[in-house]
């Protein structure tokens, strides 16, 4: 149905005039509103998280990549590609990702024991974190605190800043059993 007819039928089809009408049979003949299907993964995808300002999302999966997306081109190009493969790679499948709340930092996680922190301004890896016997299934950073980041695991969750250089010491204390699971701030 194009717009031409749907107007014709506002004005002489009183049953057919509202804009909630017309708008309802629009959205729903339209397919690209709905999905569109974009090319970057050798694999299946694990993970979507889009920034805090919604103008760009990440994506990872099952190849250990980290590709980074302009939202605004996703919608309106047909052939779109990542605007940035992450300089780092997982080992394995990724399950996590998130944006820190400055949108300059992505957070990824999974399979090979290790979260990533990259720099998305420089494209660069700014930490990496093992966990040693604990894939990641799950990160998110803190709300207002961009440097702050938590994972989870079926048995453990933990927070820390990434600027604290004593957390691999803290994790490997605590995974030989002496002590409680850190929470650093």
């Known amino acids: 149905m194009n717009i031409t007819h749907s107007l014709v039928s506002r004005k002489f089809l009183p049953d057919n005039n509202s804009c909630s009408n017309i708008c309802s049979r629009r959205l729903r003949n339209c397919k690209s509103l709905y999905r569109k299907t974009l090319f970057g ?5 694990n993970t979507v998280s889009f920034s805090t300002s919604e103008s760009a999302f990440v994506t990872s999966g099952d190849d250990g ?3 980074l997306w302009n939202t605004a081109e996703c919608v309106s190009d047909r052939n779109v590609q990542p605007c940035v493969e992450m300089s780092c790679k997982h080992e394995s499948n990724v399950f996590s990702a998130c944006f820190n709340c400055r949108d300059d930092i992505v957070f990824t996680g999974g399979n090979d024991e290790r979260i990533l922190v990259h720099d998305v301004v420089a494209n660069k890896q700014l930490r990496d974190f093992v966990f040693a016997g604990m894939q990641i299934f799950c990160i998110d950073s803190h709300p207002s605190n961009p440097q702050s980041v938590s994972r989870g695991h079926p048995q ?8 604290d250089s004593s957390l691999r010491q803290s994790l490997n204390r605590w995974q030989l059993g002496k002590g409680a699971p850190p929470l650093m701030t």
């Open 65 to 67: 990549r980290v590709l």
């Open 156 to 163: 453990v969750k933990c927070s820390w800043s990434i600027r």
């Open 41 to 45: 993964h050798h694999g299946c995808v």
